[in-house]
């Protein structure tokens, strides 16, 4: 028995939770009424915070889908997370929404269930922006592309 292995840390993600996550958050952004982002970032922030305030703000969005926008955050190095969204999308979801999302993603990056966790943030946040923009809009636009240093 590799005594050593018993200590390792498991992949933050397998190549499969990869692929399960590009397609859940390719069929979201099809379905959301704004551009959804995510970013597995391999590197260690000192501030994961900070870094996914930067990220966001460095994607490449006019202001108006910006405003909208929802950056899920994730440090592979660091196991740590982010959700930011935009000035509009923050003013008329209910702050039980973000509560909610930010309580279910530690709860499943404590249990190390990262592909679930972030699954299930980047669908909800799609079901979020469809319920309020699409009902107003009465149509969407395309979704736009992954914020630069995306690694999905």
Request: with cysteine.
């Amino acid at each position: 028995m590799d005594l050593l292995g018993a200590f390792r840390r498991r992949p933050f993600l397998t190549p499969t939770e990869r692929e399960q996550i590009e397609a859940g958050l390719a069929t979201a952004r099809r379905h959301a009424a704004a551009p959804i982002g995510l970013i597995i970032d391999e590197r260690a922030a000192d501030d994961h915070q900070v870094r996914a305030r930067q990220l966001f703000q460095d994607w490449e969005l006019a202001d108006a889908e910006r405003s909208r926008a929802i950056l899920v955050y994730a440090c592979a190095a660091t196991r740590r997370f982010a959700v930011l969204g935009g000035e509009e999308i923050r003013r008329v979801a209910p702050e039980t929404f973000w509560e909610t999302l930010q309580r279910d993603l530690a709860r499943h990056f404590e249990e190390e269930r990262y592909c679930d966790g972030l699954f299930k943030a980047v669908a909800n946040a799609a079901i979020m922006q469809h319920s309020l923009f699409v009902a107003t809009n009465g149509c969407h636009s395309p979704a736009a592309s992954p914020p630069a240093g995306s690694d999905l």
